[in-house]
């Protein structure tokens, strides 16, 4: 099997060629960066995904925060990592790398802001 991945852990977004069988990888391209290859090859084993989202922001009803896990997250995780994502809202201003909720739902993986919000 052959899967393209878009990285989207930056703003470059490498697409990620990875080849590979029953969740292991036999060959992966197109990274621009270790942290890339790992996207790639943890979307493709598919046990654990990157997940990105948006948070409320305090007194501005018309704007989100974009957020992202800082690793990927167990695919069995996710549901119950929105839920808790859901009820945050952050107040501005926030720097892009903001920890917003430490180690989610005890997995040791904190959520993240991807975007600087004066
Ligand atoms: S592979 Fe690296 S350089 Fe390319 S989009 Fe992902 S993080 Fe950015």
Known sequence: MKKDIICTICPKGCTVTVEGEAGAVTSITGFGCKRGQEYATAEFTSHVRILTTTVKIEGRDSDLL??????PLPKEKILDCMAVIKEVSVK????????IVENICGTGID???TKTMQ
Do not use: K, N
């Not at 974009?66 to 690793?71: F, I, L, N, T, Y």
């Open 111 to 113: 959520i993240v802001a």
């Open 92 to 99: 501005a201003p926030v720097s892009q790398y903001d920890v």
């Open 66 to 71: 974009p957020v992202r896990s800082s690793r």
